[in-house]
């Protein structure tokens, strides 16, 4: 590559996290290497990437139409080294997945099965989170790969790639709940009873809650299903989940704009190549449906 690859994840992720020393924390490297190796690529591409005449570093035009670019290649980059760890990875010790509640699979377990039939002796660990919260777990190495409902941005250090299943979302409440015997409803009749809605621990901010609402929250779908279930409110469940946990006890919505069908990424660490058995994993959740594990794609 005629770029450095650290010379590009530098400048993606200054131009994410809006400075160079914070790209420089997160990188773990000093400040003055991450600005070296940004003015280093400015050179190299004849153009000025970041206007430093302020105090904060802002992308020039030209850094905005690179950006795009310097992501594509690092998005390349990742299925070159994921080729790579299929053909000749080392097999890893202990391999941690975390799962979005949004995720169901007809091919899960077996899926699953196979996976113990390649790697036995594996240490295998599932774990459960949702959005941010989901993605954090991946950038820190607490799971190798992760599977969550599609983000429109992930941070420079996370590679993603869209699974070809989706998931379906929809609207339940309880069976004796008032909305249960309305039909055709709007989102006005919705904003009169109480919402039960996903909020991760991370992310408070991005879903303020209204106080008119008298919006409750949870970090997982399986607490918004429980709440539901007492009456609580209306939610936003996985229809997976309500199939298998409460068909009886909750009733769908007849509400304008839902169901809704959900892409789902499977997302892994730039920092942290994975092994042969994760690589194995992923590309198996990348398959197309109807195709048996084990099977070249």
């Known amino acids: 590559m005629r770029h450095s690859p650290e010379a590009l994840s530098a400048f993606a992720e200054a131009a994410t996290l809006g400075s160079f020393s914070a790209a420089a924390r997160k990188l773990g490297k000093s400040q ?28 020039t035009p030209e850094g905005r139409v690179l950006l795009g670019r ?7 980059s990742d299925r070159l080294d994921l080729a790579a760890s299929q053909l000749g990875g080392e097999l890893e010790v202990k391999l941690g997945v975390v799962w979005s509640d949004t995720y169901q699979s007809d091919r899960f377990e077996e899926m699953l099965q196979a996976f113990d039939q390649q790697f036995p002796d594996l240490e295998f660990e599932c774990l459960i989170a949702e959005h941010g919260d989901l993605v954090s777990l991946v950038q820190t190495g607490r799971a190798q790969i992760g599977v ?8 420079p250090d996370i590679g993603s790639a869209t699974i070809a299943e989706q998931s379906e979302i929809t609207l339940f409440v309880a069976t004796s ?3 249960a015997n309305m039909t055709d409803i709007t989102p006005d009749v919705l ?10 621990y991370l992310e408070p901010e991005q879903q303020a809650v209204s106080a008119a609402r008298r919006a409750w929250s949870a970090p997982s779908y399986l607490m918004l299903l429980e709440m539901a279930v007492l009456g609580m409110g209306w939610a936003a469940i996985p229809r997976w989940m309500v199939t298998r946990f409460a068909a009886d006890k909750l009733k769908e919505l007849d509400a304008r704009g839902w ?7 499977a997302v892994w660490s730039r920092r942290r190549p994975l092994g042969r058995a994760g690589t194995w994993l992923l590309h198996e959740m990348l398959a197309l449906p109807g195709q048996a594990p084990g099977t070249p794609k």
């Open 70 to 76: 310097v992501k594509d290649i690092l998005a390349a």
């Open 32 to 59: 003055s290497t991450v600005s070296t190796a940004i003015a280093n690529l400015e050179v190299d591409l004849g153009v000025t990437l970041f206007d430093r005449s302020t105090r904060k570093p802002g992308l």
């Open 177 to 179: 709940h008032p909305l």
């Open 148 to 155: 969550v409902a599609a983000q429109a941005v992930y941070p």
């Open 259 to 265: 169901p809704r069908r959900v892409p789902v990424d």
């Open 191 to 200: 904003n009169g009873f109480r919402e039960l809605r996903l909020e991760t």
